[in-house]
């Protein structure tokens, strides 16, 4: 009989706590629509109670969010739980997620309290949240370190008090398959009430054993796995989303399971994720990785040319990966070119879709073939519109071996243009610094990252910049055939998301 498994998302909760990341309510919406349309049952979109944008972000997502469960973050207190459902409650589908520590080395150090203690605040909050919401999680943080006995105790108390999901984490990531897989084993048999709740999973990759040992969970009763796009979350990150779900899929012979998830569009929602945290996948990451289905050994083309199975246990469309590429150019119309979105994965407004069309004609005058990494580049950066309020009219640049590189830079700024110049230390340095002249606010440049899009001399290249202000960072995009423009474009973006 095929059971159904519960894919929760943490990629706004756990995986926005990623060393560097910081997203915006808006980019967070456009995460969890795509998470939606993917078929997650249960998105975790944040905490709350950690601050006002969490709090704003999570509220605009429960508003907008209708097929998937919404969940937030508390720890167990009032005023964590009372926040959470101030922010979920507009969703049709709610949980609050609460979590205490469980393990002796937490509640000694951390907690500073007792195994009594813990259990009586644990019941207790869950007992609380029960009074908000019909839908209570509750984590047993540290779960994985936790004493046996003591898990099973405080699993069946909060079950007792309405905890319809309860959570044994490995949240420092210490365990191995076997020994986890025991783990949920023992929890199924030992805790007498544990046919009233589901058991969930949340392991980090510290090990990169977070994806083995979520199935080895699943193989003994585990039927909720929580995960997020790209691996992302603290640390080493969280279990991955798409490595779990096509596991699943393509194991179905062992594990017997269902997942809700649409894996055709993994792929899109991979993109997505790597383009608002400016974390790229590494080329080789199992799944949605650049090189996850090419085939470099000439017998292993040789082989995928006679029969695919012979070295493909997946195709790349199963994955939403497409394999058309550099189909597009100058003459392409509008039409082939919304043909061309809608194949990769796009459901884009008309406007946006001709905004896109507009720099996707502008590309075509200076780049030949357009690919369609090319084309996510140029959509992705308009998934999110944001308010030109710095405004670049134009730049130049003098720069060479001998001579210090001079730069002027005019902008348009709250409709009133000025003009700076500046030298500096190759051409990038130069305009940023002649750029830094013309506004009136002192961004801190924290990060400057530069990558290709395609192959090729005329390729697009895609610059990130990391701006601080205060205590807000801000990731800034420029894409360009000009390197030196997408890093101007790149630092111009930053800025009016600042503003
Ligand atoms: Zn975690």
């Not at 199924?188 to 990759?205: G, P």
């Not at 003009?419 to 990038?428: K, L, M, R, Y």
Request: aromatic letters at 6%; proline letters at 2%.
């Amino acid at each position: 009989m095929t059971k159904k498994i519960y894919i929760f998302d943490t990629t706004l909760r756990d995986g926005e706590q990623t060393p560097g990341v910081s997203l915006n309510p808006q980019e967070k919406l456009e995460i969890a629509k795509q998470l939606e349309s993917l078929g997650v049952d249960v998105i975790e979109a944040g905490f709350p109670r950690a601050s006002n944008g969490d709090f704003e972000a999570v509220k605009l997502i429960s508003q907008n969010i209708k097929k998937s469960v919404v969940t937030a973050l508390a720890r167990c207190n009032k005023g964590d739980i009372d926040r959470a459902y101030e922010a979920i409650k507009y969703a049709p589908k709610k949980r609050i997620h609460v979590f205490l520590a469980t393990s002796d080395i937490h509640m000694k150090y951390k907690l500073n309290m007792t195994e009594d203690q813990v259990l009586e605040k644990a019941t207790n909050m869950v007992t609380y949240a029960k009074t908000l919401v019909e839908d209570v999680e509750f984590s047993a943080e540290d779960g994985s370190r936790t004493r046996k006995e003591f898990l099973y105790k405080i699993l069946e108390s909060v079950i007792d008090a309405g905890a319809k999901v309860v959570n044994i984490p490995d949240t420092v990531g210490y365990s191995i398959p076997a020994e986890y897989g025991e783990l949920i084993k023992g929890v199924k048999e030992n805790v007498k009430n544990i046919d009233k709740a589901i058991i969930s999973i949340h392991c980090h990759n510290d090990l990169g054993l977070a994806v083995a040992n979520s199935l080895a969970a699943i193989e003994n009763g585990a039927e909720q796995v929580e995960c997020a796009i790209n691996g992302l979350g603290e640390r080493a990150g969280n279990a991955s989303l798409e490595e779990v779900a096509m596991a699943l899929k393509t194991r179905k012979d062992c594990y017997s399971n269902e997942t809700n998830i649409c894996s055709e569009k993994i792929y899109r929602v991979s993109k997505l994720v790597s383009h608002f945290t400016g974390i790229t996948v590494q080329p080789n990451k199992a799944i949605v990785g650049a090189n996850a289905f090419s085939h470099e050994s000439g017998i292993h083309q040789d082989g995928v040319l006679k029969n695919r199975e012979t070295y493909e246990i997946m195709t790349a469309e199963s994955v939403g990966f497409s394999t058309n590429n550099m189909v597009l150019g100058k003459h392409s119309g509008s039409h082939a070119f919304e043909d061309r979105l809608i194949t990769l994965g796009y459901n884009l407004e008309k406007e946006r879709v001709m905004e896109a069309f507009k720099k996707f004609k502008d590309l075509a005058d200076r780049k030949k073939e357009i690919s369609d990494r090319d084309i996510e580049a140029l959509v992705n950066q308009g998934v999110v519109p944001i308010e030109d309020v710095y405004k670049l009219i134009n730049f130049n640049v003098t720069t060479g071996n001998n001579i210090e590189s001079t730069a002027t830079v005019k902008i348009e700024y709250n409709k009133v243009e000025k003009i700076e110049a500046a030298c500096g230390d190759g051409p990038v340095n130069a305009l940023y610094n002649a750029l830094e002249r013309a506004i009136d606010i002192k961004p801190e440049l924290k990060d400057y990252s530069i990558k290709a899009i395609t192959s090729g001399t005329d390729a697009l290249g895609e610059v990130s910049v990391k701006l601080t202000l205060k205590d807000k960072t801000v990731l800034g995009i420029g894409v360009s055939t000009d390197v030196i423009e997408a890093s101007l474009l790149a630092y111009m973006n930053a800025l009016n998301k600042l503003n």
